[in-house]
Nanobody, 119 residues
Framework: QVQLVESGGGLVQAGGSLRLSCAAS????????MDWYRQAPGKQRELVAT??????NYTDSVKGRFTISRDNAKNTVYLQMDSLKPEDTAVYYC??????????????WGQGTQVTVSS
């Protein structure tokens, strides 16, 4: 049973920093693609950052400000968020998936953690 538990959200002023954590069980973060998504009120969920076995990738709006990383020993993925802006306000979700067929996959999501950036 795969479980993802996020933590680290909160209220911060613009320009501040937060570090989100995603503790995983039932899956090894070292060998699986791990993503951070976010969803702002009234908006679609968007992919923010991805870490694979050897690469990281970011959506344009967070490049240079956010850093995704992992601690294999703790089986945890992190999202370091610096220079936060009010438009970063959203619920942040950790995600991973496993392929169940050639074109199908099963996604796993955490419960989400709220990030609020005040101006």
């Amino acid at each position: 049973q795969v479980q993802l538990v996020e933590s680290g959200g909160g209220l911060v002023q613009a320009g501040g920093s937060l570090r989100l954590s995603c503790a995983a069980s039932g899956i090894a973060v070292a060998f699986n693609t791990m993503d951070w998504y976010r969803q702002a009120p009234g908006k679609q969920r968007e992919l923010v950052a991805t870490i694979t076995k050897s690469t990281t990738n970011y959506t344009d709006s967070v490049k240079g400000r956010f850093t995704i990383s992992r601690d294999n020993a703790k089986n945890t993925v992190y999202l370091q968020m610096d220079s936060l802006k009010p438009e970063d306000t959203a619920v942040y979700y950790c995600n991973t998936y496993v392929f169940t067929g050639w074109y199908t996959r099963r996604d796993y999501w955490g419960q989400g953690t709220q990030v609020t950036v005040s101006s």
